[in-house]
């Protein structure tokens, strides 16, 4: 049974940490004006030293490029910011293509040098303030021909003027799920704004760095020793954490090279997401595999494997599209692992605290980055999610809490060796002084011992042939399995090249099986399976490898064959299965069991390959197939 007082101090530890998390944002945005009708009035309180978020009711004129200062009137409407436009227009369906200019009036008592923190907008934007502009990202255009996607955060400084500010950004997109403004713009003075960008900045380069550091150590654990899977899943996890660090938040990465590929850079950001889900699973089951479940695990590696795929075929309007599908699985995947961390923290095992404790940080920043990056924050406008999830980007320090407390439960496990360590020196130096009355008798048990050794040494290479041979021979027929025949294919390959000569391939299937299995069972279908290879023993030569490929597919490697010799070969074994009369009431080609053969043959050169040899076979058997079944077709080497 659980302990109720820990399982309380569980719940309170998880809902303090996610009201912590609630809280983390730069500003407070309660306490500050918000955008009204498309106007910002910031004439009524004190603004030094203050950062203001530029939230609120924007003007936004959908479909349409505003032209600075030319004080056009009337509005399409208003829009709130943060938040995307995919569903700006009633009763549409916005795939968030298209384009459109946000206008704010931003209300100021006095002249003022201000700045604004500028983050990344989907995915174009040009940024003007009292028709100057002073920050772009990307190129704005009004097709996805003309327009060309950057995340680009910046710090951009403009001339405030007493009175009216217009503020006018025009942005574009036609490459991302969501469209428009999904993120905050700060504004303040200089040296707020300018504070904001180099904290952020640093912070970012510190749990980049540290991600780095501790994921190249935990490699360099497994390099020395290849049995720790956990330290090659944690390394490999810390790495993907540190690499998406660099390219997410302040997109250093963008900065430092501004042209580089929207769209690369997009696909290594989620790339990053996708790998690190069963990487984090992965890891957990390699430290406490009583815990977490082999299939789940094995899930996670599959689904994570299917969207990796998906994002390197498909451009990133698509994948982005299948996102909340993935954001899905993974919130299922971190509630999974809270699950399985509480139960082994109240079952305390070894290191759990510390782990579960990292674990939580991990589980809830990562939780808060689904969130901020989902639709269901964007797209869906839901308030009640954006009073608690107002900054993302934070999984990065939560790996970095995650990373430092898995480093400390290593530190332990060390010093607990080396104490062990110790403490068996201490024995072992007891034990040398008392070392020459007990030489006789160990002397002696030695000797026995490794008679039974011996004895044991021999029986177990024996078992060793009789078990390498079982793990090269199907049980049923008793013929080689596939293993068997691809090192032969391979072996014979390599020979002929050698020595210029042929190599003939037969490949036979028994028609219609499936039928006779379903109709006269399985036991039935066994007992087929044995006579056919049987004949296959009988009638072949001691060069000839014969091996059942799987099901009722039998295929027939003959060294130093040619094409002639090989079809008869083929000929021969199909008049004989043929001959038989197994009855086969569900064959649509014989009242008896017969067999298609595909036969190729080749003498091997450096051009080639034997899978091509094994294609040509397998293509020739299809043909046998649709031609009507039990017969014999050759497929020529010019034909690949």
């Given at each position: 049974?659980?302990?109720?007082?820990?399982?309380t101090?569980?719940?309170?530890?998880?809902?303090?940490?996610?009201?912590?998390?609630?809280?983390?944002?730069?500003?407070?945005s309660?306490?500050k004006?918000?955008a009204q009708?498309g106007i910002l009035?910031?004439?009524?309180?004190?603004?030094a030293d203050?950062?203001?978020?530029?939230?609120?009711?924007?003007?936004?004129?959908?479909?349409?490029?505003?032209?600075?200062?030319?004080?056009?009137?009337?509005?399409?409407?208003?829009?709130?910011?943060?938040?995307?436009?995919?569903?700006?227009l009633?009763?549409?369906?916005?795939?968030?293509d298209?384009?459109?200019?946000?206008r704010?009036e931003?209300?100021?008592?006095?002249?003022?040098?201000?700045?604004?923190k500028?983050?990344?907008?989907?995915?174009?934007y040009?940024?003007?303030v009292?028709?100057?502009?002073?920050a772009?990202g990307g190129?704005?255009?009004?097709?996805?021909?003309?327009m060309t996607?950057q995340y680009?955060?910046?710090v951009?400084?403009f001339?405030?003027?007493?009175?009216?500010?217009?503020i006018?950004?025009k942005?574009?997109?036609?490459?991302?799920?969501s469209?428009?403004m999904?993120?905050?713009i700060?504004?303040?003075t200089e040296?707020?704004?300018?504070?904001?960008?180099?904290k952020a900045?640093a912070?970012?380069?510190?749990?980049?760095?540290?991600?780095?550091?501790i994921?190249?150590?935990?490699?360099?654990?497994f390099?020395?020793r290849?049995?720790?899977?956990?330290?090659?899943?944690?390394?490999?996890?810390?790495?993907?954490?540190?690499?998406?660090?660099?390219?997410?938040?302040?997109?250093?990465?963008?900065f430092l090279?501004?042209?580089?590929?929207?769209?690369?850079?997009?696909?290594?950001?989620?790339?990053t997401?996708?790998?690190?889900?069963?990487?984090?699973l992965?890891y957990?089951?390699?430290?406490y595999?009583?815990?977490?479940h082999?299939?789940?695990?094995?899930?996670?590696?599959?689904i994570?494997?299917?969207?990796t795929l998906?994002?390197?075929?498909?451009?990133?309007?698509i994948?982005?599209?299948?996102?909340?599908?993935?954001?899905i699985?993974?919130v299922l995947?971190?509630?999974?692992?809270?699950?399985?961390?509480?139960?082994?923290?109240?079952a305390k095992?070894?290191?759990?605290?510390?782990?579960?404790f990292?674990?939580?940080?991990?589980?809830l920043?990562?939780?808060?980055d689904?969130?901020?990056?989902?639709?269901?924050?964007n797209?869906?406008?839901?308030p009640f999610?954006k009073?608690?999830i107002?900054?993302?980007n934070?999984?990065?320090a939560?790996?970095?809490v995650?990373?430092l407390t898995?480093?400390l439960?290593?530190?332990?496990?060390f010093?607990?060796?080396?104490?062990?360590?110790?403490v068996?020196?201490?024995e072992?130096?007891?034990?040398n002084?008392?070392?020459?009355d007990?030489v006789l008798q160990?002397?002696?048990?030695?000797?026995?011992?490794?008679k039974?050794?011996?004895?044991?040494?021999?029986?177990?290479?024996?078992?060793?042939?009789?078990?390498?041979?079982?793990?090269l021979m199907?049980?049923?027929?008793?013929?080689?399995n596939?293993?068997?025949?691809?090192?032969?294919?391979?072996?014979?390959?390599?020979?002929?090249?050698?020595?210029?000569?042929?190599?003939?391939l037969?490949?036979?299937?028994?028609?219609?099986?499936?039928e006779?299995?379903?109709?006269y069972?399985?036991?039935a279908?066994?007992?087929?399976?044995?006579?056919?290879?049987g004949i296959?023993?009988d009638?072949?030569?001691?060069?000839?490898?014969?091996?059942r490929y799987?099901g009722?597919?039998?295929?027939?490697l003959?060294p130093d064959?040619?094409?002639?010799?090989?079809l008869?070969i083929?000929?021969?074994?199909r008049e004989?299965?043929?001959?038989?009369?197994?009855?086969h009431?569900?064959s649509?080609?014989?009242?008896?069991v017969t067999?298609?053969?595909?036969?190729?043959?080749t003498i091997?050169d450096?051009n080639?390959?034997?899978e091509?040899?094994?294609k040509?076979?397998?293509r020739?058997?299809?043909?046998?197939?649709?031609?009507?079944?039990?017969r014999?077709v050759?497929?020529?080497?010019?034909?690949?």
């Amino acid at each position: 049974m659980f302990n109720k007082s820990k399982i309380t101090y569980f719940v309170i530890t998880l809902v303090g940490i996610l009201l912590l998390l609630g809280g983390c944002s730069e500003y407070k945005s309660a306490s500050k004006p918000k955008a009204q009708g498309g106007i910002l009035d910031l004439t009524q309180g004190e603004f030094a030293d203050n950062v203001i978020a530029l939230d609120g009711e924007w003007e936004f004129y959908w479909g349409q490029f505003l032209t600075p200062g030319a004080g056009e009137k009337g509005t399409n409407g208003y829009i709130q910011v943060p938040g995307s436009w995919n569903k700006y227009l009633e009763n549409s369906r916005q795939t968030g293509d298209g384009y459109g200019t946000y206008r704010l009036e931003l209300l100021t008592k006095e002249n003022a040098r201000l700045a604004l923190k500028i983050p990344r907008m989907f995915t174009a934007y040009e940024f003007w303030v009292n028709g100057e502009l002073i920050a772009t990202g990307g190129k704005v255009g009004e097709t996805r021909e003309t327009m060309t996607p950057q995340y680009l955060p910046q710090v951009a400084f403009f001339q405030a003027q007493a009175g009216s500010n217009e503020i006018l950004i025009k942005v574009s997109n036609f490459y991302h799920r969501s469209g428009g403004m999904l993120e905050n713009i700060q504004l303040g003075t200089e040296r707020e704004i300018l504070s904001l960008r180099y904290k952020a900045l640093a912070r970012e380069f510190f749990v980049f760095g540290s991600l780095m550091i501790i994921g190249i150590y935990h490699l360099a654990l497994f390099f020395f020793r290849k049995k720790s899977i956990a330290s090659l899943c944690f390394g490999l996890f810390c790495l993907l954490i540190g690499l998406r660090t660099f390219i997410v938040g302040e997109r250093f990465f963008i900065f430092l090279f501004p042209d580089f590929s929207w769209e690369i850079a997009h696909k290594i950001q989620t790339l990053t997401y996708y790998l690190g889900v069963p990487f984090m699973l992965m890891y957990f089951r390699s430290v406490y595999p009583k815990y977490f479940h082999r299939r789940i695990i094995k899930l996670a590696q599959i689904i994570a494997v299917v969207f990796t795929l998906i994002l390197l075929l498909t451009p990133a309007r698509i994948f982005t599209a299948l996102n909340p599908v993935y954001q899905i699985g993974t919130v299922l995947a971190i509630f999974y692992i809270a699950f399985a961390l509480g139960r082994l923290t109240i079952a305390k095992e070894k290191g759990s605290i510390l782990i579960s404790f990292g674990a939580l940080a991990l589980l809830l920043t990562s939780l808060n980055d689904v969130i901020f990056h989902s639709i269901w924050l964007n797209d869906g406008g839901t308030p009640f999610l954006k009073t608690f999830i107002r900054t993302g980007n934070l999984s990065s320090a939560g790996q970095l809490v995650f990373a430092l407390t898995n480093s400390l439960t290593l530190a332990k496990k060390f010093s607990d060796s080396l104490q062990k360590e110790e403490v068996l020196s201490a024995e072992l130096t007891e034990i040398n002084t008392h070392l020459d009355d007990l030489v006789l008798q160990r002397t002696k048990e030695l000797e026995e011992l490794n008679k039974k050794v011996e004895e044991q040494k021999k029986e177990l290479e024996q078992a060793n042939r009789s078990l390498k041979k079982l793990t090269l021979m199907d049980p049923l027929t008793e013929l080689w399995n596939r293993r068997k025949y691809n090192k032969a294919l391979e072996r014979e390959w390599r020979r002929c090249l050698r020595s210029k000569s042929p190599l003939s391939l037969i490949l036979m299937d028994l028609d219609h099986f499936k039928e006779f299995n379903d109709f006269y069972g399985h036991k039935a279908g066994d007992e087929c399976l044995v006579k056919i290879s049987g004949i296959l023993k009988d009638s072949l030569s001691s060069s000839a490898i014969a091996a059942r490929y799987g099901g009722e597919e039998f295929i027939i490697l003959l060294p130093d064959t040619k094409k002639n010799d090989a079809l008869k070969i083929a000929e021969m074994l199909r008049e004989k299965v043929e001959s038989q009369m197994i009855p086969h009431r569900k064959s649509s080609a014989s009242p008896y069991v017969t067999i298609s053969i595909g036969v190729t043959s080749t003498i091997p050169d450096r051009n080639s390959s034997y899978e091509e040899l094994f294609k040509l076979a397998d293509r020739a058997l299809y043909q046998a197939k649709g031609a009507g079944r039990n017969r014999v077709v050759f497929a020529p080497w010019w034909d690949q």
